[in-house]
Every structure is written in C-alpha cells, then in structure tokens.
C-alpha cells in the first residue's frame, strides 16, 4: 500500500482491524479524530511526511513496532486501550522518530507503551499526569518498568525533572513487584518511607514518630528509675535524649548528657538510641532527597 500524496483518513471508523502493514505514506497522513475499533497495524510503514493522530482512538491493539516516522509525529490527545498484551497491546517496539514527536494529553488507559528498542527524538513529549496513565498494578510489571525508564530517559535529557520523577516513581513502583521478597523488599521501603525521593510530609512523619515513640519509652523508664532512686530525672528528659539521639551527628549528647550518663543507662536503651542515630540519618537522607528533587534548579 502506497500514497504518494497525502493520506486523509480523518474522523474515519474502522470497524474492524486496519491494515496499514508495510504502507508508505507520502507527504502527510491524517488520522485525526479516527476510530480504530479492532487492531490497527502499521507494522513496518513509512511515513515519509507529518504523521497526525490527534485525537485518535484506539480501542484495540495499536501496533506500529518497526515503523519508520521521518516527520513531525503528533499523538496528541490520542486514547489507547492496550487491548490483548500477547498479541501487542500498545507497540512502538523498534521504531524510529527522526523529528519532534508529540504524545502530549495521549491517554494509555489499561497498559503502558512498548518503546523497547525505539529510538525517540529528543523532543519527545508525554504528560506526566495520573489521569493519562493506567492506574493499579499492572500484569506484566518488567514491561511497564521498562516502558517508564525509556520515557524517563527521554524527559531527563529535555531538563523536566518533575515529569522525569513522576515516570521514576512508577518505575520503582514495578521494580517493587519483580523478583523475590528480598529483591522487592528495598523498593517498597523507598516507596513507603519517602515515595520514592519524592515525599517531604512522609519523613517528616516517620522522623517525628522517631523521636517521638522512643521518647515516651524513656519517659517510662526514667519514671521507674526517680521512683527507685529518689527523683533524679527531669519529666522531660526522655524527649530531650530521643532527640539528641536521633542527631548524634551534630554532638548534641556530648555537650548536654557527656559519656558517663550514657554508660549508665540500661543496655536496652543504650540500643534504642543507637538505633535511633542510625534510622535519624536515613530518614534525614531521604528528607534532604525530596527537597532536593522539590527546589533543585530547573
């Protein structure tokens, strides 16, 4: 199939699968507003002009792995339901965009793009909203991984860092369903304790229930030492010792407590605080990570 012209198919439903398999497609092709209601393959076709799918539908398997797109590419707006991943789901597998590609608004409803081996132009744009992406965990966690990464890779050599994370947190996310409990294990905890580098509140949190929660457990034992001996401990001090603890770094304890009171304390607690040091400079990494990726230079 060959146009040597340009190809008007716009506001055009095909009812059934369409084949475009090998086509060349001359100065431009215009599928705006078109209804793929089966699979729509253009497996190997060469659009030697403009490609326009704005607003385009596909409600089956759309296949374009190994086509070749030596124009301006535009799937803005364009709605894709993968359809039946086995036989393709939403494929670029292999393709070639040799100018400015745009999936700007593109919603990929039930499963993520396969740009395996595709080589993207460098003004390549996606939206980086949840409302465009599938939601929940998807069935084959290592191809929406792999779909995230490249699309990542693509928005951080544009200088999008915002856009860039929301794809890396996703990629975590999958990285966190792949492999056994030992291999997901570290991905969840990045997720639940700072989403991924991306969360400022969620440390926050996590840092205040550690000097919190420990905090009143000294409370407890310093109350059970003053009624043995005599009322040597202030109300507060078990609030001030989770707290120094926490910031060992900063040699708080030495200046305000010294090596001698932490010798005499029980060996249990002795471990809470050190605990607390450690667990205190995870969690403030992962602070300073976030606001990091919040107000690092654009």
Same mark, same amino acid.
């Given at each position: 199939?060959? *146009?040597?012209?340009?190809a008007?198919?716009?506001?055009?439903?095909?009812?059934?699968?369409?084949?475009?398999? #090998?086509?060349?497609l001359?100065?431009?092709?215009y599928?705006?507003?078109?209804?793929? %209601?089966?699979?729509?393959?253009?497996?190997?076709?060469?659009?030697?002009?403009?490609?326009?799918?704005?607003s +385009?539908? *596909?409600? =089956?398997?759309?296949?374009?792995?190994?086509? /070749?797109?030596?124009?301006?590419?535009?799937?803005?707006?364009? $709605?894709?339901? &993968?359809?039946?991943?086995?036989?393709?789901?939403?494929?670029?597998?292999d393709?070639?965009?040799?100018?400015?590609?745009?999936? #700007?608004d593109?919603?990929?409803?039930?499963?993520?793009?396969?740009?395996?081996?595709?080589?993207l132009?460098q003004?390549?744009?996606? $939206?980086?909203?949840?409302?465009?992406?599938?939601?929940?965990?998807?069935?084959?966690?290592?191809? +929406?991984?792999?779909?995230?990464?490249? %699309?990542?890779?693509?928005?951080?050599?544009?200088?999008?860092?915002?856009? /860039?994370h929301?794809?890396?947190?996703?990629?975590?996310?999958f990285?966190?369903r792949?492999?056994?409990?030992? /291999?997901?294990?570290?991905?969840?905890?990045?997720?639940?304790?700072?989403?991924?580098?991306?969360?400022i509140?969620?440390?926050?949190?996590?840092?205040?229930?550690?000097? %919190?929660?420990?905090?009143?457990?000294?409370?407890?034992?310093?109350?059970?030492?003053?009624?043995?001996?005599?009322?040597?401990?202030?109300?507060?001090?078990?609030?001030?010792?989770?707290?120094?603890s926490?910031?060992?770094?900063?040699?708080?304890? #030495?200046?305000?407590?010294? $090596?001698?009171?932490?010798?005499?304390?029980?060996p *249990?607690? /002795?471990?809470?605080? &050190?605990?607390q040091?450690?667990? =205190?400079?995870?969690?403030?990494?992962?602070?300073?990570?976030?606001?990091?990726? #919040?107000?690092?230079?654009?």
């Amino acid at each position: 199939m060959e *146009f040597s012209g340009s190809a008007y198919f716009g506001s055009v439903t095909f009812g059934g699968e369409a084949e475009f398999r #090998r086509a060349k497609l001359g100065t431009a092709a215009y599928f705006n507003s078109t209804q793929f %209601i089966g699979s729509a393959s253009f497996t190997f076709a060469q659009f030697h002009g403009k490609a326009n799918f704005v607003s +385009a539908h *596909f409600s =089956g398997n759309a296949l374009f792995y190994s086509a /070749q797109f030596s124009g301006f590419t535009n799937f803005q707006q364009a $709605t894709f339901v &993968a359809g039946n991943e086995e036989k393709g789901g939403v494929s670029f597998k292999d393709c070639q965009f040799e100018k400015p590609t745009s999936f #700007r608004d593109a919603g990929f409803l039930t499963g993520y793009p396969d740009f395996d081996g595709a080589v993207l132009h460098q003004n390549t744009a996606f $939206t980086a909203a949840d409302e465009y992406w599938p939601t929940g965990a998807p069935d084959n966690p290592k191809a +929406a991984r792999a779909s995230c990464a490249v %699309i990542r890779h693509s928005l951080d050599k544009q200088g999008l860092p915002e856009d /860039q994370h929301f794809f890396f947190r996703r990629e975590m996310a999958f990285a966190g369903r792949i492999g056994n409990w030992g /291999q997901r294990l570290p991905y969840r905890l990045f997720g639940a304790v700072s989403e991924y580098g991306y969360s400022i509140l969620k440390p926050s949190l996590w840092l205040l229930g550690l000097w %919190i929660v420990p905090a009143l457990i000294y409370m407890g034992y310093f109350n059970w030492l003053n009624e043995l001996y005599d009322g040597k401990h202030g109300a507060l001090e078990g609030f001030a010792i989770s707290f120094v603890s926490m910031f060992n770094f900063l040699g708080l304890h #030495r200046l305000y407590f010294g $090596t001698e009171y932490y010798q005499s304390l029980n060996p *249990f607690v /002795q471990f809470l605080t &050190a605990g607390q040091t450690v667990l =205190g400079v995870i969690l403030l990494f992962f602070l300073g990570l976030a606001l990091r990726t #919040r107000f690092r230079l654009r």
